[in-house]
């Protein structure tokens, strides 16, 4: 097996939301390797976390029954390691940015999933998606996962219309859909691509991860 580099510990970013260390490549991609797998003796920082992240919460997603609420509990990947009783290390800012639900919406063949920290109201996230999705609707027409596949810088667009910073700054539909249409406008799908294509889509957050090992 052929690596692309060794580094030391602190030459690594860590994230305490996260539970992360990345490194940047110089290709503009990040290497990420995360605690838990630390811990299990891991070395060595590839793109595995993230299929791995997106997997397991797809797949808690994705089994729950229609009658089901909208939160769940996070996969394993993501679950905090309990504390050292004898430790008194850790701080409240470190605690309130710790992951600790997952919220989500499903309309027809899209889910919508956010990971929040106990600082966040799940309900206020709810409506998050909602305004979100009805933004994406007006936008494309009866919006499918088709738009968000080959138009992703719209739903970036959109994003970047309703939160700055990890910050949520607006939520009024009308001011969200002209905000990205003054920025450009909106491409529409490939001619004979319809809404209601085949298969589930899952959106977590991050993409474009690099390789290290």
Same mark, same amino acid.
């Given at each position: ?18 539970? $992360? ?25 590839? @793109? ?21 609420? =909208? ?26 940015? @710790? ?9 027809? @063949?899209?889910? +919508? ?25 007006? $936008?494309? /027409? ?8 080959? =138009? +992703? ?7 970047? %219309? ?7 700054? /607006? @939520? ?9 249409? %003054? ?9 004979? &691509?319809?809404? &209601?294509?085949? &298969? ?12 290290? &090992?």
């Amino acid at each position: 097996m052929s690596f692309y580099d060794e580094i030391e510990l602190e030459d690594l970013t860590y994230h305490p939301s996260l539970l $992360l260390y990345t490194y940047p490549c110089p290709c503009g991609d990040q290497f990420e390797i995360c605690v838990s797998d630390m811990r299990d003796g891991e070395e060595v920082a590839d @793109t595995s976390v993230q299929q791995r992240l997106i997997s397991e919460i797809f797949t808690l997603v994705s089994h729950r029954p229609s009658s089901a609420c =909208n939160f769940l509990p996070l996969p394993p990947l993501l679950t905090p390691a309990r504390p050292d009783p004898s430790s008194s290390s850790s701080t409240t800012q470190q605690h309130n940015d @710790t992951p600790s639900l997952i919220t989500y919406r499903h309309y027809a @063949t899209l889910y +919508f999933i956010l990971i929040s920290t106990s600082t966040e109201s799940p309900l206020a996230l709810l409506d998050l998606i909602q305004v979100l999705v009805e933004a994406l609707d007006r $936008l494309f /027409e009866n919006v499918c996962e088709l738009d968000l596949i080959f =138009n +992703f810088e719209t739903l970036h667009a959109v994003l970047g %219309e309703m939160v700055v910073g990890g910050v949520v700054v /607006e @939520t009024a539909l009308e001011k969200v859909v002209s905000g990205v249409k %003054e920025g450009g406008g909106v491409r529409k799908r490939p001619i004979g &691509g319809g809404a &209601g294509g085949g &298969g589930a889509g899952a959106f977590v957050g991050r993409a474009g991860w690099g390789r290290l &090992g």
